[in-house]
């Protein structure tokens, strides 16, 4: 005997079993699509989960490895299959609900995709792709008729019980749940995930200091389930039972701030454009929410602006806590969580830093490569961001083409680029392919877009680059206005002129009613490139 400790399997049942034994009085709240609340306590979930995970093996005949597809809003039901799809062995493949149905029929064939769980509001796209991808099995989660060929979500969870599940331990390093990325080159490539990442993911979450997530919390992930692995809070959530409040279909200001104070949610997170929404309704009804439970809102995904972190603090008392991640990542990267170092300077000095995306979660490890190689953690020096860590993905699944996304040494190129302090503070100048090169320099348009979204005239600010015959590219601004408001170029360049050199400022700024999203909610700036492609030739840069 070698006196090591336990080999302890880290994986999602003892997740459930622990959030079954020690929270079970703790509460799982819905908001269903007629508007209604349902509630439920994880006593009541775990046994449901854990029939899911029976019915699937027992009644359609799925085994180890088999994937179960999920195209849902947020809601208890698709929690149940969150966890119980890989208690029972099997792979929950989260379907993005904006996706196109070619996109959807691709991803869900290259997974491999053998059953469906769809929530029957969402039944005119389920059409769109159901067919085509070929799924053995469609199930229906939600109130109203069975869609023809459907089997209903309750009636798979009554064919089985709790006990019919094989009493055995799942290996920590097989795939509990993947995600397709929403990259915008080549076709959606799909990140797996471990029982092992989860587990380790969740722990590190729940981390003093990362996000800080206990028993204590009331969280309301407003981040679909569908994207990157709804940052980790089913998963975190049950681990440390906090009780969860899911928001169904309803993602609107009002809806989430109604449900912020009706269930005195303590921790909330989704991309910059839904807090926009969020912020626009505190605005334009002071007084009318109590927010006073919101510890925490956790921004990611896009950059949160200075302006926004700002507005949020100064004028409703509400705190975000920034943080970066990615699809390949679980996908928690970084936390803008500040430490006693930057604690101790001016309020001024706090919001840049909280603007910024932050240091690494444990296990987490980075680095920045430029042209010359690996650059020095100076602040200033630009490179891509390289990262390796528990959860970070080591291939995309059966994408050969992918492989150049690693390095010889296998660390991930994320394909950000960052300037990192000397003590491990990251900031997120760009994608790659979306700096403006100008005159043999990197302007940063998430630098740009953040100060134009400061501008008390701005709603929204693209900044992409567009081709110039005397300097490579300039950056154009493609604004959305404030309703009633008004600016114009001069005013806007007037407004950044303090903050950039010179040569940074754009010279051409396009006013338009909406910029187009991608299907997470990010600034699509490949359709932009498109429709601006062809600018004038600066003169004045
Ligand atoms: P996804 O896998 O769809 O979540 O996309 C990951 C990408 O989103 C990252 O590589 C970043 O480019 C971007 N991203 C995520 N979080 C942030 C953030 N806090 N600030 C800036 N960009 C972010």
Not at 8 to 13: D, K, T
């Amino acid at each position: 005997m070698d006196g090591l400790i336990m080999d302890y399997e880290l994986n999602v049942p003892a997740i459930l079993r622990r959030g079954e034994q020690l929270f079970g009085d703790k509460e799982i709240v819905t908001r269903l699509p007629d508007k209604s609340w349902q509630r439920y306590t994880y006593a009541e979930f775990a046994p449901r989960a854990r029939r899911l995970a029976a019915a699937l093996r027992k009644e359609l005949g799925m085994g180890d490895g088999d994937r179960v597809a999920t195209f849902a809003w947020n809601h208890y039901q698709h929690l149940e299959t969150y966890i119980g799809v890989p208690v029972g062995g099997m792979v929950t493949h989260t379907l993005n609900l904006r996706l196109h149905p070619d996109d959807l029929t691709y991803i869900a064939t290259h997974a491999g995709d053998r059953v469906l769980i769809a929530d029957k509001v969402l039944w005119p796209l389920v059409e769109n792709f159901r067919e085509r991808a070929g799924f053995e099995h469609v199930i229906a989660i939600g109130d109203g008729a069975t869609p023809d060929g459907a089997i209903e979500y309750e009636d798979l969870l009554a064919s089985a019980e709790p006990g019919d599940l094989p009493d055995r331990e799942i290996d920590e390093r097989s795939a509990a749940a993947m995600c397709y990325t929403s990259g915008t080159t080549g076709q959606p490539k799909g990140a797996l995930y471990s029982h092992r990442a989860i587990a380790l993911h969740s722990l590190a979450s729940a981390m003093a200091g990362v996000l800080s997530v206990t028993e204590n919390d009331t969280a309301l992930p407003v981040v679909p389930m569908f994207h990157a692995n709804a940052w980790g809070f089913p998963f975190t959530c049950t681990l440390v039972g906090a009780k969860q409040v899911f928001p169904g279909p309803f993602l609107d200001g009002e809806s989430l701030l109604e449900a912020f104070q009706q269930e005195k949610v303590t921790i909330t997170a989704g991309v910059p454009t839904i807090w926009m929404g969020i912020l626009a309704e505190l605005d334009a009804n002071p007084g009318k929410y109590d927010t006073s439970s919101v510890r925490a809102m956790v921004v990611g995904g896009s950059a949160a602006p200075q302006s926004m972190i700002e507005a949020f603090e100064k004028r409703h008392g509400l705190r975000i806590l920034h943080a970066w991640g990615m699809t390949e990542m679980c996908p928690l990267g970084t936390v803008s969580e500040l430490t006693s170092r930057e604690r101790a300077l001016s309020d001024e000095e706090q919001f840049r830093y909280r603007a910024k995306q932050g240091t690494p979660a444990p296990f987490v490890e980075m680095r920045a490569r430029g042209p010359e190689g690996i650059v020095p953690w100076d602040g200033a020096a630009m490179g891509e961001l390289e990262v390796r860590g528990v959860w970070v993905s080591s291939a995309y699944y059966e994408t050969p083409e992918g492989a150049d996304r690693w390095t010889d040494d296998g660390w991930f190129k994320t394909g950000d680029i960052v300037t990192i302090e000397p003590h491990g503070y990251i900031e997120i100048q760009d994608r790659s392919k979306d700096l403006v090169k100008s005159g043999g320099e990197w302007i940063s348009t998430v630098a740009l877009e953040n100060a134009l979204m400061g501008h008390p005239a701005v709603a929204e600010a693209a900044v992409i680059a567009v081709p110039d015959e005397k300097w490579s590219e300039r950056p154009l601004a493609v604004v959305v206005l404030k309703e009633g408001a008004s600016a114009a170029d001069d005013e806007l360049r007037e407004f950044l002129a303090p903050d950039f050199a010179k040569w940074w400022l754009p010279e051409r700024f396009e006013f338009v009613d909406e910029i187009p999203k991608t299907a997470v909610g990010k600034f699509r700036k490949t359709a932009l490139r498109e429709k601006f492609a062809s600018a004038q030739p600066a003169e004045t840069a």
